[in-house]
């Protein structure tokens, strides 16, 4: 269902994009490595040992305006570290915004009740300086809030510059993202309402469009999910819960192996996702596949369809990309099988054609082929 645009701005401040994913893993050095030579990354900064921090140590990487933090403890003994890690395997621990002003927002999320995980600090370097603060969400993730006032170093004020390349991108073109397009948090049970109130109450986000498991359901599962986002659009944050099947829902079993709630998938924006998911597979990116029945069933109805579908059909149906149209516009997007050992962290890629969904129309074909996963996961 979709919802009305609040008219007026709330007094939260301004959201301008999603800063950087933070992820805490087991080995930064080797997670890291994987997202430039599989996904197409360049490592833009680091930090750890060499430039005097002795308890972390991070490796950045970029493409677009998408920028992936990973960070891993480096001394013995870190609890709270290797706590959650022992909870959750590697997975993303902060969601960051650029925002205008992160005093005041921190301030006044933490005055309605939020947990402040960091208080502000502005932190400076020869490149300049960033005003930064922390509230926890959902589980054991946080969001930070980024202020870059005049900083213009690669990352954020201690990081240096890497500047060497990954060869793999040498001898394969990089996909080419523009920017995150939205970050899906997973809920347990009955937790999708209280988290998207949250959102509302600390953030001033509003509901952009939401499915329950009336709509959404395959013969085996279901889940309901609603979307919030920022007074300007800019921010969408998903959030899904389980809903009763004859099996467990995928997002159930997410949440089983992650311990809780937590990020399961972050979606990609490009304008070539021919060329972009060619280019993943090359570099032995594994996507879920789609049956050829799902294209035999779209050509017929496209045929129908007031819009017209510029690329191909026959290379989307051989890259196995889904489309989603109503009569203004369409997307395309792809899922890939999850990045970890655990089945929880996946990733999306979605080019725009006038069109702001999430790919309802596909949700049905998606969440079969996530369950012949499933079941080879032995979850039945
Ligand atoms: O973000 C979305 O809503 C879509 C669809 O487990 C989706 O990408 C929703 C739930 C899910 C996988 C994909
Ligand atoms: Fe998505």
Same mark, same amino acid.
């Given at each position: ?13 301004? +959201?301008? #994009? ?50 992936? #933090? ?10 709270? +570290?290797?706590? *959650? ?10 969601? !960051? ?10 301030? $006044?999320?933490?005055?309605?009740? #939020? %947990? ?10 020869? @490149?300049?300086?960033?005003?930064? !603060? ?27 510059? =890497? ?46 469009? =939401? ?10 599962? =279901? ?17 899904? *819960?389980?809903?009763?099947? %004859? ?5 159930? *079993? ?26 993943? &597979?090359?570099?032995?990116? *594994? ?11 779209? &050509? $017929?109805?496209?045929?129908? #369809? ?49 069109? @702001? ?24």
């Amino acid at each position: 269902m979709e919802y009305e645009k609040p008219t007026e701005r709330p007094e939260i401040g301004k +959201f301008l #994009a999603f800063d950087h994913l933070r992820f805490w893993v087991g080995n930064a050095k080797q997670a890291a490595s994987f997202y430039t030579s599989r996904f197409g990354f360049e490592e833009v900064a680091y930090q750890g040992l060499e430039t005097g921090e002795r308890d972390f140590c991070t490796h950045v990487i970029r493409n677009g305006d998408i920028v992936l #933090a990973f960070t891993t403890a480096i001394q013995p003994g870190n609890s709270e +570290f290797y706590g *959650e890690l022992e909870t959750h395997g590697d997975g993303v621990k902060d969601v !960051a915004f650029t925002v205008d002003d992160a005093r005041s927002m921190h301030e $006044k999320a933490v005055s309605r009740g #939020a %947990k402040s995980v960091r208080e502000p600090e502005e932190l400076k370097d020869e @490149n300049g300086s960033v005003i930064i !603060a922390s509230i926890q969400t959902y589980g054991d993730t946080i969001h930070t809030l980024v202020e870059r006032k005049d900083y213009t170093g690669p990352f954020l004020p201690g990081y240096k510059e =890497s500047t060497t390349k990954d060869p793999v991108n040498e001898f394969i073109e990089t996909p080419k993202f523009e920017r995150i397009d939205h970050v899906v948090g997973n809920q347990p049970d009955l937790e999708m309402e209280p988290t998207a109130e949250w959102y509302e109450k600390m953030l001033d986000f509003h509901r952009y469009w =939401s499915v329950d498991d009336s709509m959404i359901h395959t013969e085996y599962s =279901s889940l309901r999910s609603i979307v919030m986002c920022d007074f300007d659009e800019i921010i969408k944050m998903p959030i899904n *819960e389980p809903a009763p099947g %004859k099996r467990k829902s995928q997002i159930q *079993e997410y949440v089983d192996f992650y311990g809780g709630p937590g990020v399961q998938h972050i979606a990609m924006k490009t304008d070539d996702i021919i060329d972009t998911i060619e280019n993943m &597979r090359k570099r032995g990116v *594994e996507f879920l596949t789609i049956p050829d029945t799902y294209y035999e069933n779209l &050509r $017929k109805a496209l045929a129908e #369809a007031p819009i017209e579908v510029k690329e191909d059909l026959d290379v989307l149906q051989k890259n196995k990309i889904l489309i989603d149209y109503d009569d203004k516009g369409y997307l395309l997007q792809i899922f890939t099988k999850p990045v970890e050992d655990r089945p929880t962290l996946f990733f999306e890629v979605i080019q725009r054609n006038n069109h @702001n969904g999430f790919g309802a129309g596909n949700f049905k074909s998606l969440f079969e082929s996530i369950e012949l996963e499933q079941e080879r996961r032995g979850n039945l």
